[in-house]
């Protein structure tokens, strides 16, 4: 499948849903890909919640709805069929090549591709690790036309968005364990948009991150990791955990109504994420256990954890086969915009100051924060989701007023597990991590469209590059042309609306750049040039 290199030939859109113009644009652009199936509802009601107006969804005024285990009508109508057969092959290969593999490390990485691609660990049985993190797309969201509207994929429970779109996990592990650097003044490490997988539960950044989503009550809802650990028991690769991690890693004596208690998605504030009352260190239980079957199901649910880490470290996802890395090692030739816009991306558009571009593999990342003055996203789904659902969870209590803390969010919350962190968290709020920039421009042959940034506002390499090269140049936009969608004018050629977060904006590497706009093009071809698959032979990208 070759990648398309970004070109501006297909429709452009910078900003949208921001409000009800902004979101018939859009809508109606989607509609237009895919045969008109979304044309009654945008058009009848543009001016409904970006969570509503959404394949076989009923238009609402912006209440939620009662969790719902999606339909096999609605995972088709959604897009949800063809990620879900696909990502069933790709589990069943797997298991078939697991009684071969004698080399215990190959086996752990192999036992961490099973569970990303696992629906039985969440509470539904609807969705994979694999379901938001496809390869194609550089193991970020896998559906065009979720990407555009809303951005990214409700939980395993339909209505329940979480409040950012998810993290690649390619590179992730590289991450080092969090640490502030007092030299620096930057925490530096971690997992996630906010850092909040530290790595100091497993020793490991990634294996951390692994042990969230199957718990959030946004994603995967499972109300307990010991239920996590009871679907395992009973999948089809327990004798390849066990031969991993050891014969008695499920002798837990699960109480009678365990089955039923793991089916009920979790609905529990204190296990949200997004909310200050999460504490990572000491989820929610539903499961009376005993105190040693307590410790195993945990050690074993740690150990699940280390093996995602494994895979995801592994050359099957962080492959290092960029054309980036083939001209490094002098096996092929950047093309003349591809050197120019590396030149621009070391020197005077000050990219590789925070995503560092040295070494013979470079990560394209510190593994810091910052702040880039990024606008609210008005078509965030998270935000409509102010109401209880069917059982009493309100994923977000602030609504539209919800303001995104980033990792001062963390810093301040009861997760921190360092009490001297908490005071510097003001002075983090609303940065988010650097993400490493390897496979940003990865997609699916044809017309795909992606999400960039921590909450997805901008949906075109060139359209980000723009922004941080004339954020503090340009005038703020009167709200008149926010609430418009930036119709008319044109948000990013006129002005740029306000940052979510004012007060800890980088005016220092960002904002004013005085680039060209062959400048900014340049610097687009050269991150083309970082999606893995490339194969020198035939000078193309798979």
């Not at 990342?365 to 409509?384: E, M, Q, V």
């Amino acid at each position: 499948m070759r990648q398309n290199v970004q070109k501006h030939t297909r429709p452009r859109v910078s900003v949208f849903l921001g409000g009800t113009a902004g979101r018939r644009i859009v809508l109606a652009s989607i509609s237009t890909a895919l045969g008109g199936a979304f044309a009654p509802c945008a058009m009848a009601q543009g001016n409904a919640s970006a969570a509503s107006c959404f394949g076989t969804m009923p238009c609402s005024q912006g209440t939620a709805p009662p969790p719902a285990i999606v339909s096999a009508t609605e995972e088709a109508a959604n897009g949800g069929a063809p990620i879900n057969d696909s990502i069933t092959a790709i589990e069943q290969q797997a298991l078939q090549q697991a009684p071969g593999v004698a080399d215990q490390a190959q086996l752990s990485v192999l036992l961490g591709k099973l569970v990303l691609y696992d629906r039985n660990i969440s509470a539904n049985k609807l969705q994979a690790c694999a379901s938001c993190h496809a390869k194609e797309a550089g193991f970020t969201g896998g559906k065009s036309y979720v990407n555009l509207a809303p951005g990214w994929d409700s939980g395993t429970v339909f209505y329940r968005w979480g409040q950012r779109k998810p993290n690649s996990y390619g590179y992730a592990p590289f991450a080092p364990v969090l640490h502030y650097d007092a030299g620096t003044g930057q925490f530096v490490g971690g997992n996630f948009w906010d850092l909040r997988a530290t790595g100091l539960i497993t020793g490991n950044a990634a294996a951390d991150h692994a042990l969230n989503p199957p718990l959030d009550p946004m994603e995967m809802a499972m109300p307990d990791q010991a239920c996590v650990v009871y679907r395992m028991a009973a999948g089809p690769y327990r004798s390849t955990f066990e031969r991993v991690w050891g014969s008695g890693v499920f002798a837990i004596n699960w109480p009678a109504d365990t089955a039923a208690k793991c089916a009920m998605p979790q609905s529990n504030e204190a296990a949200n994420p997004t909310l200050p009352t999460f504490d990572a260190a000491r989820p929610p239980t539903v499961l009376d256990l005993s105190t040693t079957d307590r410790a195993l199901a945990i050690q074993t649910f740690h150990q699940m954890g280390l093996s995602v880490a494994a895979y995801e470290a592994s050359p099957e996802v962080s492959a290092f086969t960029a054309k980036f890395d083939y001209a490094l090692k002098g096996q092929a030739t950047l093309a003349p915009q591809e050197q120019a816009g590396y030149a621009l991306f070391t020197g005077r558009a000050n990219c590789s100051q925070c995503h560092a571009a040295s070494g013979a593999q470079p990560l394209f990342t510190d593994w810091t924060t910052a702040n880039l003055g990024l606008p609210k996203n008005p078509g965030n789904p998270f935000y409509p989701l102010s109401k209880p659902d069917g059982s009493g969870f309100v994923p977000n209590p602030s609504g539209f007023s919800y303001v995104d803390p980033g990792l001062g969010g963390f810093l301040a919350s009861p997760s921190d597990p360092n009490p001297d962190w908490k005071a510097r968290a003001p002075t983090f709020v609303g940065r988010f991590q650097v993400v490493t920039l390897r496979n940003v421009a990865k997609r699916p042959a044809g017309v795909f469209f992606k999400d960039y940034t921590h909450n997805g506002y901008f949906k075109d390499l060139k359209d980000l590059v723009h922004f941080y090269n004339t954020r503090d140049v340009l005038p703020a936009c009167p709200d008149s042309v926010v609430q418009m969608g930036g119709v008319n004018p044109p948000i990013g050629q006129t002005c740029w609306p306000a940052p979510e977060v004012p007060q800890t904006v980088n005016h220092t590497q960002t904002g004013n750049l005085g680039l060209s706009g062959s400048d900014e093009d340049a610097i687009v071809a050269f991150l083309n040039t970082l999606s893995d698959g490339y194969n020198p032979a035939t000078g193309t990208t798979e």
